[in-house]
């Protein structure tokens, strides 16, 4: 069985001071407890993780583990402004999120550098959580499957039998930050559409990899979304930021 894992990608948003209020309310919304089988994770901007992790281990979120944003597709040297995923083990990091839509839309990241950042994430004992989608332009023309199988084949070719330990996040680049969320039948289509094709390579990496969905999860539509077979949890990105409307999908 797998869990329900739910991730806030807080992207370039956050202070010291609303950190810390975040923490503080996400724990104690956490105090009573969490429904069982499931993982949840925050991803703060780079120059925030030692502080939340800090905070983390003060309010004992046992709950809460701490992920990055990106990371580097080097293992270190002459890389100005890159974060090793070495570093970030070492800031606690457990999950890095690599290919988000917007480091391949403004960053021009390929599918052969995110599987070479995912490779770096593994190669660190951390879980890459890989991000895949299709643009609306892509969906209205009919090739969502088709780009979205693509770069899925792409980590495959790469990553083999270590996608086992690697989480996949569908993401279409469309519902991103819009308010437009996918149908919960619609994105149920394309993560069996993805577990059948990781079936193809190998029954049981297709059986164990958490497949998330993400683009405008909020409180309201988590339920629906969350309890579709295929979709095994969300990457949520604006509504994590807020922390009772994260409680509210944890809980969802
Ligand atoms: C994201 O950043 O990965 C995301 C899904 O954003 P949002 O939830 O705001 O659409």
């Known amino acids: 069985m797998r ?5 806030g990608n807080w992207k370039m948003n956050g202070s010291l001071a609303t950190n810390q209020d975040w923490v503080k309310t996400v724990a104690r ?3 009573s407890g969490m429904p069982a089988g499931r993982q949840f994770v925050v991803c703060p901007p780079f120059p925030y993780l030692a502080q939340c992790s800090v905070l983390i281990k003060e309010y004992s ?26 570093m970030l083990k070492e800031m606690g990091c457990t999950y890095v999120i690599v290919g988000h839509s917007e480091r391949r839309q403004f960053h021009h990241e390929v599918d052969e ?5 995912a490779l770096q994430v593994l190669d660190n004992g951390m879980t890459p959580v890989i ?5 609306a332009d892509e969906r ?3 090739r969502a499957e088709e780009v979205v199988c693509s770069q899925v084949a792409k980590q495959v070719n790469v990553l083999q039998d270590r996608l086992v330990d690697c989480l996949i996040a569908y993401e279409p680049v469309w519902a991103i930050g819009t308010g437009k969320v996918a149908s919960a039948q619609v994105a149920q289509d394309m993560h069996c559409t993805i577990r059948l094709q990781l079936a193809e390579f190998n029954d049981d990496v297709a059986s164990h990899v958490g497949i998330l969905y993400g683009g405008s999860v909020k409180p309201d539509n988590a339920v629906e979304l969350f309890a579709m ?7 949520v990105g604006g509504a994590s930021l ?4 994260f409680l509210a999908i944890c809980q969802a």
């Open 3 to 7: 869990p329900l894992i739910i991730i």
């Open 29 to 31: 919304g956490m105090e």
């Open 61 to 86: 979120l046992a709950f809460l583990s701490l992920g990055a944003q990106d990371a580097s597709a080097h293992e270190s040297g002459a890389y100005t402004g890159e974060v090793a995923a070495s």
């Open 113 to 117: 550098v995110v599987a070479a950042k």
């Open 131 to 135: 991000c895949v989608g299709e643009t």
């Open 140 to 142: 209205n023309s009919g």
């Open 229 to 235: 077979p295929d979709i095994d949890g969300g990457l």
């Open 242 to 245: 807020n922390p009772q409307d």
